[in-house]
């Protein structure tokens, strides 16, 4: 239990649908990221959001839509997703700017058909 | 932009057997992490090396830092079949960034 908590873990969707991941951190941290994971890749930066703002975009397409209602909770809104956007999706938090260390919850297994 | 590269990817070790994981990174990075990950699960935070020659242990893993050479190692003593996973390194960029290696695979074998 790292105090990061993603869901679903697993989640099917066609390409035409609209779906959000959750992550939840309960650790009083105040920035959070959103990773990808693909397989023989390494995690590819997606968006960085510190005191709910978002600070990095690593120039994700346009149907990855983050929200970040409060430094406790993130979002990655998914629509008319590619299969190649099968992948795991990690949300992490980090600790404070000083260390940088980020703590990851289990991650969202994504799979478009 | 950062790059890191980690070799090797993959490493199968006997038991009982000593190694070392190799993490170079392009630029300047003044703080470098080490991180595990087991099939399927998430990713565990091992090391976090904050400056030039810091060295830091936990058990039979340690991981050492060397800014000059944009180099951190990370070494295996007496490798036991529960190291077997994947390990990361992970430097800091700029900003919020933190950028990943591609990963070392480790099987220990009996």
């Known amino acids: 239990e790292t105090g990061v908590t993603q869901t679903p873990r697993h989640l099917v969707m066609g390409m035409t649908n609209k779906k959000s991941l959750k992550c939840e951190q309960h650790?009083?941290?105040?920035?959070m990221y959103w990773y990808k994971q693909s397989a023989k890749k390494p995690l590819e930066l997606m968006f960085v959001y510190n005191f709910k703002e978002q600070t990095e975009n690593n120039s994700v397409p346009s149907r990855f839509s983050p929200e970040c209602p409060n430094s406790s909770h993130l979002f990655l809104h998914l629509h008319t997703l590619q299969p190649e956007d099968s992948a795991l999706y990690l949300c992490?938090?980090?600790?404070?700017?000083?260390?940088?260390?980020?703590?990851f919850g289990e991650g969202s297994r994504l799979t478009v058909l | 932009e950062l790059k890191v590269e980690q070799n090797p990817l993959f490493l199968s070790m006997q038991e009982g057997k000593n190694y070392t994981i190799y993490c170079n990174y392009s630029?300047?990075?003044?703080?470098l992490y080490w991180y595990r990950q087991d099939p399927g699960k998430s990713l565990e935070s091992l090391f976090v090396?904050?400056?030039?020659?810091a060295v830091k242990q936990e058990g039979r893993l340690m991981a050492s830092l060397d800014t000059k050479a944009r180099l951190s190692t990370l070494h295996i003593t007496a490798a036991v079949h529960d190291l077997s996973a994947t390990y990361f390194c992970a430097g800091k960029s700029s900003g919020d960034k933190l950028t990943f290696g591609t990963g070392t695979r480790l099987a220990v074998r009996p």
């Open positions: 650790l009083g941290h105040n920035a």
């Open positions: 090396l904050l400056s030039n020659g």
């Open positions: 630029t300047t990075s003044d703080r």
């Open positions: 992490a938090s980090r600790r404070d700017s000083l260390t940088g260390e980020l703590f």
